[in-house]
């Protein structure tokens, strides 16, 4: 069957050309396709290939990444585990400096406890005591005896073992608790320690003032008849002198008593009765050894003087030896000049001998000796023939030693 041709205008085309045409056209698409898959196919080839690049890169990456995770994982385990050993050793450390400190802390509370139970058993001992010296003071006797051995103590710390008597029986038959023996008489001086206490202790425990005047009341009354009894007791002439002692064991009784009964006080000197405490009492014994030692001194004072011409003696015997200890030395300067002398001499004749300056022998009756140690005349020198005399050599003069003669230190050089 045969194609008409196509009349397009004014052009005519024929149909096997444009079938081929349009043939051509589609191989030219087909072909431009093939092309364009192909680009798209490498390209996409290459983006893999880039993209594999990538990955691994960006395998190696997380890798590396990985890597150090694991080493900053580490380092900060290692980090917090040693972070946590100072903190345990820390901890551990404080805890048992806190453990030592609380130790030291309880063992010196125990130590404090024990000491408090120490002074609380003191305590309980001085409030025993204190009863118990409430007691001897409200016995009569027991309070005398307290206050005599007070007495005792003092004068026997004070004075020589002779120089006093406990108890002593005076011609009366009465025996007071100390005489004490004065030098140079037969007279002593007498102590009493057996001071009323009784109205003292009610004087102070008193609270009203009734109560108290009838306290002082007793106080005077009982002190006074005490003084009272000691000048009539131990006042004998001859045998005691006339004054005497009364001791008061008790430095807080003196004080009332010189603070509200100076009118006591007045008394008792007026009666030649001295009223002691402790402190006055250590004051007269100690004036009374002073006493003791000066009379002593005087009792020995011919000794002294005997004593004293000996040894006025001996220093005459010193003056002798130490005048023959000086001769003895003159007599040692005169012989070391004498070896000086010599010395020179000897030295002169070695120095002849050195620069052969020999003198012609002389004859023996000419040689006569000397009263200077008989050293030969000197004659001129002579010059021996068949040589001539050599020429003097200056010669060194040996310093003569200096002898200082001791000073005769007793004639006052």
Same mark, same amino acid.
């Given at each position: 069957?045969?194609? @008409?041709?196509? %009349?397009?205008? #004014?052009?005519?085309?024929?149909?096997?050309?444009?079938?081929?045409?349009?043939? &051509?056209?589609?191989?030219?698409? =087909?072909?431009?396709?093939?092309?364009?898959?192909?680009?798209?196919?490498?390209?996409?080839?290459?983006?893999g290939a880039a993209n594999d690049t990538q990955l691994g890169e960006m395998r190696v990456? =997380?890798?590396?990444?990985?890597?150090?995770?694991?080493t900053r994982h580490g380092e900060l385990a290692r980090a917090v585990n040693e972070r946590l050993d100072r903190m345990t050793h820390k901890v551990g450390s404080d805890l048992n400096e806190t453990a030592r400190k609380t130790h030291d802390s309880i063992s010196k509370l125990n130590e404090r406890l024990a000491v408090i139970d120490t002074a609380q058993k003191n305590l309980t001992d001085l409030s025993s005591n204190m009863v118990s =010296? %409430?007691?001897?003071?409200?016995?009569?006797?027991?309070?005398?005896? $307290?206050?005599?051995?007070?007495?005792?103590? /003092?004068?026997?710390? &004070?004075?020589p073992a002779g120089a006093y008597t406990f108890q002593a029986t005076l011609s009366n038959g009465k025996r007071p608790d100390c005489l004490l023996h004065m030098p140079n008489t037969p007279a002593g001086i007498v102590i009493d320690a057996k001071f009323p206490l009784e109205g003292f202790e009610a004087f102070r425990t008193a609270k009203r003032e009734r109560e108290k005047k009838e306290a002082a009341r007793r106080v005077r009354t009982d002190v006074t008849r005490h003084i009272e009894a000691m000048a009539e007791r131990y006042f004998i002439a001859g045998e005691t002198q006339d004054t005497a002692i009364l001791f008061v064991p008790s430095e807080a009784i003196y004080a009332d008593l010189a603070e509200h009964f100076s009118d006591i006080i007045q008394k008792a000197h007026r009666?030649? *009765?001295? /009223?002691?405490?402790?402190?006055?009492?250590?004051?007269?014994? +100690?004036?009374? +050894?002073?006493?003791?030692?000066?009379?002593?001194?005087?009792?020995?004072?011919?000794?002294?003087?005997?004593?004293?011409a000996t040894l006025m003696t001996d220093m005459g015997r010193f003056r002798d030896r130490v005048l023959d200890?000086?001769?003895? $030395?003159?007599?040692?300067?005169?012989? /070391?000049?004498? /070896?000086?002398?010599?010395?020179?001499?000897?030295?002169?004749?070695?120095?002849?001998? @050195?620069?052969?300056? $020999?003198?012609?022998?002389?004859? +023996? #009756?000419? *040689?006569?000796?000397?009263?200077?140690? &008989? %050293?030969?005349? #000197?004659?001129?020198?002579?010059?021996? +023939?068949?040589?001539?005399?050599?020429?003097?050599?200056?010669?060194?003069?040996?310093?003569?030693?200096?002898?200082?003669?001791?000073?005769?230190?007793?004639? &006052?050089?």
């Open positions: 069957m045969a194609l @008409e041709p196509l %009349q397009v205008g #004014s052009i005519t085309l024929d149909p096997v050309h444009v079938a081929l045409a349009l043939a &051509g056209l589609a191989v030219l698409a =087909l072909l431009a396709l093939a092309i364009i898959l192909i680009v798209l196919i490498v390209r996409r080839k290459r983006e990456r =997380l890798q590396t990444l990985a890597e150090v995770s694991v =010296l %409430q007691e001897i003071l409200a016995n009569k006797q027991a309070r005398g005896a $307290f206050g005599q051995m007070r007495m005792e103590t /003092i004068v026997k710390d &004070g004075l009666a030649r *009765i001295v /009223i002691c405490a402790p402190n006055m009492m250590m004051l007269a014994v +100690q004036t009374m +050894q002073a006493i003791m030692k000066d009379v002593q001194m005087r009792e020995q004072a011919h000794l002294i003087q005997k004593e004293v200890l000086q001769r003895h $030395f003159g007599q040692a300067n005169d012989d /070391i000049d004498k /070896i000086l002398t010599s010395s020179e001499k000897i030295t002169k004749r070695g120095r002849k001998i @050195e620069t052969l300056d $020999f003198d012609e022998p002389a004859p +023996q #009756s000419e *040689i006569a000796p000397q009263a200077n140690g &008989g %050293q030969p005349l #000197s004659h001129a020198p002579v010059a021996p +023939q068949g040589r001539q005399k050599p020429a003097p050599q200056p010669r060194r003069e040996t310093p003569r030693a200096r002898v200082i003669r001791q000073p005769d230190l007793l004639a &006052g050089e």
